[in-house]
C-alpha cells in the first residue's frame, strides 16, 4: 500500500461556481405540486407564504445551472471542497477487486452535507428581510446546520425535532442552541398540529415538518425551511457531485457505480445528480444505487402517488413514492431517514429505472459502519452507514465477479453524536424492527383522492 495516494483534494478557487439543475434534463415534463386546499397544481404564489422568491424560482428554474451567490460561496470556504477518500483500507479488509471511493461532508461545522442547502436558504431568506426560520429535525444534522447558518446570517431559528432523535441525541439540540436555535421536542403542545398527534410520542419527520410549517404560516416575519426533498435542496446538495467529478478525474477513474442514502433525497442527489446528468445526456453508464432502512423503505414498498408532505396536511401535495404522510416509522436510530416520502426528481429516476433501490436493516447497517470504522477511522452516521451496507455488498459481488469495479458513494456525515446507537449495537441490543404491510395498507387508504400521477 505504501506511495499510494489515498485523499484527492482541491483547493478553494474550485469550489464550483453553479449548481446544476437536473429538472430540464429529465425525461417527460415535470409534474407540478398540488395546492393542499384546492388539490390542482400549486404555483410560485402559492409557495410565497413559506418561502422567498429567490428560491421559488430556483425550485421551478428550467436553467441547466445556476449561479452560486458570491456571498454564499464565500461561506462554503469554510469547509468546502470536502476530501474524495479512496478506502483502501477498507478494499484490503474485504479482499476485493473493486476500487471504492467515498466522498466525505463530514467536514463541515455541524458535521454533513445539510449546511451546503442552510447557507443558501438563509442567505435568500435574508435578502428577502425575513427575520425568523422554523423547521423540522430528525437526526438534528438539518436542525444544526440551519441554526449554523442563521446565526451566520443574523436571523433566528426554531426547531422542531423528532422526539425518538430528541432522546436519543441530546448532544444535537445543545448545539443547536449553541448557535442560538430554540428547540423544542415534537410532538409538541405549542401547536395544533402537535397536540393533534400526542399519542404519537416517538415523533416523525411528517409531524415535526406541521409544527415548523403552522409557526411560519402564523408569523408573517417566519418563514418555513426544508432540509430535503424540495428541488431547490437538491440543487444546493450538487456542489458534492461536481467536486467529486473532478476529484474522481484527479484519480483517473469513472464510477461504475455510485452508491448514496436516501432520507429525502438530498444528500443523494448532491452527489448523484451530476453523474446522472451525464448519463441522461448518453455520456457515461454509471449505475445508481439508493440505500433505505428496511423499517421506512419508502423507494422499494412505497406507493407512487400524490401525498402531503406532512402529516398533518400543510404542505403541498407531491408526486412521490409514499407511505403515507400520517405513517410513523419505528424509531431507528437513522432518524434523517424516517421519512414517509422522498424527493420528487429522484422518485422520477427511481420508477424510469435509472435509479435502483435497496432496504437494509439496522444490524446489518451497524455491521457496515463497524467494518468501516475499523479500517478507514472514520465513525460514519447510521444514515450513510446505509449505503456502506451496499458497498459492501457491491465489492463483494465484485470480488465474486473478479471484476475491477469502481464504487464511489457519498459518506454525508460522522457519528459523533450517534455513540448511543453505536453503544446499543456493540451491547448487542440493536431491535430489527418490521416493517408492517398492514399499517402501511391502512396509511394508504388515507391518501388523499388524487389521481396516481402518470409519468
Ligand atoms: C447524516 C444524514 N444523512 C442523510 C440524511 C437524510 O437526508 P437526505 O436524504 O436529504 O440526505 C440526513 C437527514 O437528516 C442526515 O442527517
Not at 468501516?372 to 447510521?382: L, S
Request: contains cysteine.
Amino acid at each position: 500500500m505504501a506511495d499510494e495516494q489515498t485523499k484527492y483534494q482541491l483547493s478553494e478557487s474550485e469550489i464550483p461556481t453553479q449548481w446544476i439543475n437536473l429538472l430540464p434534463d429529465l425525461p417527460g415534463d415535470p409534474l407540478p405540486p398540488l395546492h393542499p386546499g384546492t388539490l390542482q397544481p400549486a404555483g410560485p404564489d402559492d409557495l410565497a407564504p413559506l418561502f422567498p422568491m429567490g428560491l421559488i424560482q430556483q425550485e421551478v428554474s428550467p436553467e441547466p445551472e445556476i449561479d452560486i451567490p458570491a456571498e454564499a460561496r464565500d461561506v462554503y470556504r469554510l469547509w468546502r471542497p470536502t476530501p474524495l477518500y479512496r478506502a483502501r483500507r477498507l478494499e484490503a479488509a474485504l479482499e476485493t477487486p473493486a476500487h471504492i471511493y467515498y466522498k466525505y461532508e463530514g467536514v463541515s461545522p455541524p458535521g454533513s452535507h445539510k449546511p451546503n442547502t442552510a447557507v443558501a436558504q438563509v442567505y435568500e431568506n435574508a435578502r428577502a428581510g425575513v427575520k425568523k426560520l422554523a423547521t423540522e429535525t430528525g437526526a438534528g444534522q438539518w436542525g444544526s446546520a440551519l441554526a449554523f447558518a442563521c446565526q451566520l446570517y443574523g436571523l433566528e431559528c426554531e426547531v422542531f425535532m423528532v422526539g425518538s432523535s430528541y432522546d436519543q441525541k441530546p448532544y444535537r439540540r445543545t448545539m443547536m442552541e449553541t448557535w442560538g436555535a430554540t428547540v423544542h421536542r415534537s410532538p409538541s403542545d405549542l401547536t395544533e398540529a402537535g397536540r393533534s398527534q400526542a399519542d404519537h410520542p416517538t415523533g416523525s419527520l411528517g409531524i415535526a415538518i406541521s409544527e415548523a410549517v403552522e409557526v411560519a404560516a402564523g408569523d408573517p416575519s417566519c418563514n418555513y425551511a426544508l432540509g430535503s426533498v424540495l428541488n431547490h435542496v437538491l440543487l444546493h446538495q450538487t456542489v458534492i457531485g461536481q467536486e467529486a467529478m473532478s476529484q474522481m478525474e484527479l484519480a483517473g477513474e469513472e464510477p461504475d457505480v455510485l452508491i448514496g442514502c436516501v432520507g429525502g433525497g438530498s444528500n443523494f442527489a448532491g452527489l448523484a445528480f451530476p453523474f446522472v446528468r451525464r448519463v441522461l445526456r448518453g455520456e457515461a453508464e454509471t449505475r445508481f444505487v439508493a440505500a433505505e432502512p428496511a423499517a421506512c423503505p419508502t423507494l422499494t414498498r412505497g406507493v407512487y402517488r400524490y401525498d402531503f408532505g406532512d402529516t398533518v396536511g400543510l404542505t403541498p401535495l407531491m408526486p412521490m413514492y409514499t407511505l403515507g404522510h400520517d405513517f410513523v416509522p419505528p424509531p431507528v436510530h437513522a432518524g434523517g431517514l424516517r421519512y414517509h416520502g422522498d424527493a420528487p426528481m429522484l422518485c422520477g429516476l427511481v420508477k424510469a429505472g435509472a435509479v435502483e433501490a435497496r432496504a437494509f436493516r439496522q444490524n446489518e447497517t451497524f455491521d457496515a459502519a463497524l467494518r468501516f470504522a475499523r479500517t478507514e477511522g472514520i465513525i460514519p452516521a447510521p444514515e450513510p452507514a446505509h449505503a456502506i451496507r451496499a458497498v459492501i455488498d457491491e465489492a463483494e459481488e465484485a470480488r465474486e465477479a473478479g471484476e475491477e469495479r469502481v464504487i464511489l458513494f457519498g459518506l454525508c456525515g460522522h457519528g459523533h453524536f450517534d455513540l448511543a446507537a453505536y453503544e446499543a449495537y456493540l451491547a448487542g441490543e440493536l431491535e430489527d424492527p418490521e416493517f408492517s404491510e398492514a399499517e402501511m395498507e391502512a396509511a394508504i387508504q388515507r391518501l388523499p383522492e388524487v389521481p396516481a400521477p402518470s409519468s
